[in-house]
């Protein structure tokens, strides 16, 4: 799988969209990125994913640039309960295809 | 919506015992995944099974086992426990997403196992 690199931390104000960006440079065609996060010491709790088009949910967006060698997470109106750590993960989509956490960013949004 | 259950959410055991996880994932979903996340660390895949098949394998030592029944629940049995191992386990599991591709795991809320 693609290494990523991410900002260690983040702050972002309540209220305010968030931008977490990611590097995935190495990354093939046929892999998938893919975001999620964790709440302290709760279980990671999957966000968005996509291959090449921009994603959007109810959750957040997800652009992804043009050569796919990077992307950006949006959460468009932070709140105190998006205070997480967020990862971004390349993986290959195949049958039981693990995820490989990085160090992830640590956002931290304040009022 | 029904979540990934995971069993028991605490243990405390002795070096050198032995301790058996218990997973069930969503229903439907014929995947499941553990991960371990030692303290202060990030989580990391231990082992995967499809459709009650190993389908993956990490940096699981030979001292855990696992498998996934006929019903898709899955167990991790560890024995010759450690210090090391002392950790949150994490069982996920997932189900293709036809439309667009691409696998989203469910994560339970993990074991923490405490060895002394």
């Known amino acids: 799988d693609a290494k990523t690199t991410q900002p260690t931390s983040m702050d972002c104000a309540e209220g305010r969209a968030a931008n977490l960006p990611c590097n995935h440079s190495?990354?093939?065609?046929?892999?998938?990125v893919y975001w999620y996060r964790q709440i302290h010491s709760q279980g990671p709790q999957y966000i968005i994913h996509?291959?090449?088009n921009n994603e959007t949910n109810e959750m957040a967006s997800l652009i992804i640039t043009e050569d796919r060698k990077s992307s950006t997470l949006i959460l468009p109106h932070a709140t105190l309960r998006d205070t997480a750590v967020y990862y971004c993960?390349?993986?290959?989509?195949?049958?039981?295809?693990?995820?490989?956490f990085g160090t992830g960013t640590r956002l931290q949004v304040t009022l | 919506a029904a979540g990934v259950i995971q069993s028991p959410r605490h243990l405390i055991k002795e070096k050198r015992e032995t301790a058996t996880l218990k997973c069930y994932p969503i229903?439907?979903?014929?995947?499941v995944y553990w991960y371990q996340q030692g303290p202060g660390q990030d989580p990391q895949f231990l082992i995967s099974?499809?459709?009650?098949?190993?389908?993956d394998k990490g940096s699981i030592p030979d001292r855990f086992s696992a498998q996934q029944f006929s019903d898709y629940h899955s167990e991790l049995n560890m024995s010759s426990l450690e210090l090391g191992d002392s950790a949150l386990y994490f069982c996920?599991?997932?189900?293709?997403?036809?439309?667009?591709?691409?696998?989203?795991?469910?994560f339970g809320p993990g074991t923490r196992l405490t060895v002394t």
């Open positions: 996920a599991s997932s189900i293709i997403t036809e439309l667009r591709g691409g696998y989203e795991q469910y």
């Open positions: 099974f499809y459709e009650k098949m190993q389908s």
């Open positions: 190495t990354i093939s065609g046929n892999e998938y």
């Open positions: 229903p439907r979903h014929d995947t």
């Open positions: 996509g291959l090449k």
């Open positions: 993960i390349v993986s290959v989509t195949g049958t039981a295809s693990k995820l490989t």
